[in-house]
């Protein structure tokens, strides 16, 4: 927990270090957009059942939303971000349909460059914070790890103020967690696996 909160500090005072450059014109900025996610595997047991049930997760939409600030280095650019995402996906088991949700906090450090035009192209890992999950009709333990990190990478067009991007975003390693039935007759248990594997769509706008 002491390292997640030294993550968490580092990252509000760099990002608020950006904010105070930006006020002098560089590229700080808000962002907002669409995710499409699928988290990993599910794997339940239902009442005495000898063996596991292993569902992967159907994709569902959810969103994001947060600031950016853009460092022009030569050719290439610097662009560290802080997010609040929400994501969704769901499972099937025992003939019904539970989503799961996730909140977190997202920090990726970006890394692109200009390829022709308004089109350039980037990548670079992302920390991550989980903030909260809930899986429909189940009582749902902590993730394994409350901090993570993944990689994105993309490509987008600016126009203007406004930018315009789409890329991928994938967890590096598995992040469990463990669940049990409410209500449910027979009992179903087990865990899944919470790490991100999504498409985002997002608008930025430069202040």
């Known amino acids: 927990m002491k390292l997640q909160k030294r993550v968490l500090v580092f990252a509000a005072t760099l990002l608020t270090g950006f904010a105070a450059m930006s006020q002098a014109g560089s590229g700080f900025g808000i962002k ?8 990993g595997d ?10 596991d049930i292993i569902q992967g ?13 853009k460092r022009k280095l030569a050719k290439i650019y610097l662009r560290p971000e802080l997010i609040y995402t929400k994501t969704a996906s769901s499972y099937e088991l025992n003939g019904a349909t539970n989503t799961y949700d996730i909140s977190k906090l997202d920090l990726p450090v970006l890394l692109g460059v200009k390829v022709v035009g308004p089109l350039h192209v980037f990548a670079g890992p992302a920390f991550q914070y989980l903030l909260e999950n809930d899986l429909e009709n189940f009582s749902i333990n902590e993730a394994e790890n409350d901090f993570t990190v993944g990689l994105h990478l993309g490509a987008g067009v600016n126009l203007g103020k406004l930018g315009f ?3 991928y975003e994938r ?19 087990g865990r899944v ?8 769509l997002a608008v930025s706008l430069k202040l």
Do not use: H, M, W
């Open 32 to 39: 907002a957009g669409f995710n499409y996610n699928q988290n």
């Open 42 to 51: 599910l794997i339940a047991g239902v009442g005495d059942a000898a063996e």
């Open 57 to 69: 997760s159907d994709g569902k939409v959810g969103y994001q939303i947060g600031v950016f600030y």
């Open 165 to 167: 991007d789409v890329r």
């Open 171 to 189: 967890g590096f390693s598995q992040n469990e967690a463990n669940f049990v039935s409410d209500n449910i007759t027979p009992e179903i248990n």
């Open 193 to 200: 696996d919470s790490r991100p594997s999504q498409v985002i």
